[in-house]
């Protein structure tokens, strides 16, 4: 898990640029902070470092649709000591990538000293005086072993680079991203910009398991595993994928019919204009100010991002309204002939939310 200023995950309905841009913003300290630096800045032909290290042509191989965001962003953005260049595309299968590049050029030593002690941070060979890469795992612990979302970082001589590249979650049909393939692309960026030290390049493996079982997110504080175990009648214990408004509970057995076949999501929303509304669906007495139920079904397989079998998955939902914020609680289950019916299961969430506040 990440700990520094790049613990950040995306979700959908954020505009990815945005949040680029002002991540890099805040990561970035004012000048004349951490120590002494030369005041010659690099030469540049665009008037932006940052764009002429990783020009459009070089982030078009990199992802092909990739554009320049525009003028919106300026090259050193307020309060930053980083020139910083922002890419993305958007197409209706895979819906918005971006690639942003924050050069600091001269660094201090103390930029350069924070740049090579980045943490959990894998090794790249090949690239400047040191490099690494993190996986800041929105999709990280899926199935195929997708850790997407990847950031470069790099020092050479008195300047450092630091290039998140990021994607949303995968739309209805669209492939699931490659974190290996990301990671991959991201290096090249960086040796096709000049950043290559001449030795072979040797990018790491995006890692193949998700998040430590254990987060201070508070809205995983909301349901405990255990609690969660106690309900469904799981055995195995849950992975938890928690992110800014949501967690995720996945369990160990998500091809065969039963409770370890579940997948829990809690969401939060504070303040929201759909509280006032009240929650569509089947009216539920007891919970919160107002409730509501909802139950679908739908194949399993790649789509839904679990193994295909000849039992549907049951999509169990009760949103709570709780004076004006919003919480949605969902399982995701394959009914077992032999286990709880989708009644029973129904009953067995309802008991469970309950009396959750948030």
């Known amino acids: 898990m990440i700990t520094h200023c790049q613990s950040w995950r995306t979700r959908p309905g954020i505009t990815l640029v945005a949040v680029i841009a002002l991540f890099l913003a805040a990561c970035a300290q004012p000048a004349g902070q951490g120590g002494p630096a030369s005041s010659t800045a690099p030469s540049s032909k665009t008037g932006n470092p940052a764009c002429d290290l990783i020009t459009p042509e070089i982030a078009a191989k990199t992802e092909a649709g990739l554009v320049p965001v525009g003028q919106i962003i300026p090259a050193k953005p307020p309060g930053s000591k980083a020139y910083v260049c922002t890419y993305s595309s958007k197409s209706n299968e895979a819906g918005l990538t971006a690639l942003s590049v924050a050069l600091t050029s001269p660094a201090s030593d103390a930029d350069i000293s924070k740049a090579k002690s980045t943490p959990d941070c894998s090794p790249v060979t090949g690239i400047g005086d040191s490099a690494c890469l993190q996986w800041t795992g929105y999709f990280r612990g899926e199935p195929g072993n997708v850790s997407a979302n990847v950031v470069l970082t790099a020092v050479r001589g008195n300047e450092t680079l630091e290039m998140p590249y990021v994607t949303g979650p995968p739309m209805a049909g669209s492939a699931v991203p490659d974190g290996d393939a990301m990671a991959r692309a991201l290096a090249q960026a960086a040796v096709d910009a000049g950043w290559g030290n001449g030795t072979a390049l040797n990018v790491p493996a995006a890692p193949p398991v998700g998040p430590p079982a254990t987060t201070n997110n508070a809205v995983c504080a909301l349901i405990s595993a255990d609690e969660l175990k106690q309900a469904f009648g799981a055995k195995t214990q849950p992975e938890i994928l928690p992110g800014e408004v949501n967690c995720r509970y996945r369990f160990g057995d998500l091809g065969t019919p039963g409770p370890d076949s579940l997948v829990f999501t809690i969401e939060v929303l504070k303040g929201s204009a759909l509280a006032g509304q009240g929650p569509p669906g089947e ?76």
């Open 283 to 358: 009216p539920l007495d007891g919970v919160g100010d107002k409730a509501a139920f909802n139950m679908t079904t739908e194949p399993a397989g790649p789509k839904s991002l679990r193994p295909a079998g000849d039992v549907p998955i049951t999509i169990l939902s009760v949103m709570v309204v709780r004076g004006e914020n919003l919480a949605t609680f969902n399982a995701q289950v394959l009914i077992s002939p032999t286990g709880p019916t989708a009644g029973q299961t129904k009953d067995q969430l309802i008991t469970l939310v309950r009396d959750v506040g948030f």
